[in-house]
């Protein structure tokens, strides 16, 4: 079995997808052989004990291609990955993509970036009858065509799709996408194990603050400059707000981008309050989470974290897919937008959940069971479409393009 996507690239939500699958995997079919495509292979291959292979041919394809040679061997390698990807697909019986927003374009991408490889590893298994599994995914729409047209073609081919939320399939479904036979489920970190949670007794504890280099979405790329120094400076004011109060402060990161971000809040703040936390993995994450008093996070997964250990937390919200994680979970009046943070409302909001702390613990402790379960049953789901031991997967609900 094979596993695609941007792992081991610094990004801990990506990572906490794919353990959540590795466990199953491991625990539901002990004797598979399983191996990844992705961004990372090296640290996919230390972390988490499986070989891995490299996404792209070009080494450099994460820097800007600013001379001639990079741009030519940008462009040569978009050929040779084609080749490359129809050869990892075709040794296999099944190629599995667990969970991530890789069908969406919340944040900027470029189309013949993750959009055009995971349209290859579709396209590849539909021609060479491996059957491609879309499991859990989050999708969303977007202004770009080229970016709508390649989504909409790599979904179309993958012979099996379920959603983290009904806002990724209704997203599908716009783009002309049949997904009447699709489910939804829940995201796949809600499978993670979780660490012991804290409690409402004692002085005021820690607040951890997840922080994010936000620049706005694939279709909001001339603004994001602005976008970007409005979060910063909103941010800041934010935690400056609550070492004033008295309150430590614990900076959390879930991508590798997103370190210069913590590391501009410290230098503007200057308190002993604030620190950065050191988070490798949503693990990592989690444990930081348990102990503190209230979360505020921007990333889903930081959010995903929070709301998944009980802590009560408030999204800074830059995509509906927080709304909507937020509104089941019954905390869809703690958000605030990432794109016009107030420092002073966002307080207030801060303060509002603070007092309600107690109630919404107790609604986090109902509605995790109800996440969790979904998740399992995607799981057994999932199982049942895999191959048996020598035999062959049933994914065989490929629609006709």
């Not at 001639?68 to 599995?96: N, Q, S």
Request: hydrophobic share 40%.
């Amino acid at each position: 079995m094979g596993l695609f996507g941007l792992f081991g690239s610094g990004n801990v939500g990506n990572d906490g997808s794919l353990v959540a699958v590795l466990d199953q995997l491991r625990a539901d079919r002990p004797d598979a052989e399983v191996d990844a495509l992705c961004g990372g292979p090296e640290t996919v291959t230390a972390r988490y004990g499986i070989p891995a292979s490299r996404l792209h041919w070009f080494r450099g394809e994460y820097r800007t291609a600013a001379r001639p040679a990079d741009i030519a061997g940008k462009g040569f390698g978009k050929l040779v990955d084609a080749f490359r990807i129809a050869a990892w697909v075709r040794r296999h019986d099944v190629v599995i993509v667990p969970g991530t927003g890789i069908l969406e374009s919340t944040l900027p991408l470029r189309p013949w970036g993750m959009p055009y490889s995971l349209f290859l590893v579709c396209a590849a298994g539909r021609l060479l009858r491996t059957p491609v599994a879309l499991v859990g995914v989050g999708a969303s729409g977007t202004r770009s065509r080229p970016v709508r047209t390649l989504i909409r073609w790599a979904a179309r081919l993958a012979a099996y799709r379920s959603y983290r939320d009904t806002l990724s399939r209704d997203a599908l479904r716009e783009m002309g996408v049949n997904t009447r036979r699709d489910e939804v489920y829940a995201d796949l970190v809600f499978a993670l194990a979780t660490p012991p949670s804290g409690s409402d007794s004692g002085p005021p504890g820690p607040v951890c603050v997840g922080v994010m280099d936000f620049g706005g979405s694939n279709d909001e790329r001339d603004r994001a400059d602005e976008l970007r120094r409005r979060y910063l400076d909103g941010m800041t004011r934010f935690v400056r707000g609550l070492a004033a109060e008295g309150r430590p402060v614990r900076l959390l990161t879930g991508d590798d981008v997103d370190r210069t971000v913590a590391e501009a809040i410290l230098e503007a703040v200057d308190s002993p309050l604030v620190v950065a936390a050191a988070t490798a993995s949503l693990g990592d994450l989690m444990k930081e989470m348990a102990v503190a008093d209230t979360v505020v996070a921007t990333r889903y997964h930081n959010l995903v974290c929070a709301l998944k250990v009980g802590t009560p937390a408030l999204a800074v919200s830059y995509a509906a897919k927080s709304d909507r994680l937020m509104a089941d979970m019954g905390l869809g009046e703690h958000c605030h937008p990432a794109r016009e943070i107030d420092a002073d409302r966002l307080l207030e909001q801060f303060r509002a959940l603070e007092r309600d702390r107690a109630r919404v613990r107790r609604t986090l402790a109902e509605r995790n069971p109800v996440l969790a379960e979904r998740v399992r049953r995607q799981f057994e789901a999932l199982n049942a479409l895999l191959p048996a031991s020598g035999g062959a997967p049933d994914l065989a609900r490929q629609e006709t393009p």
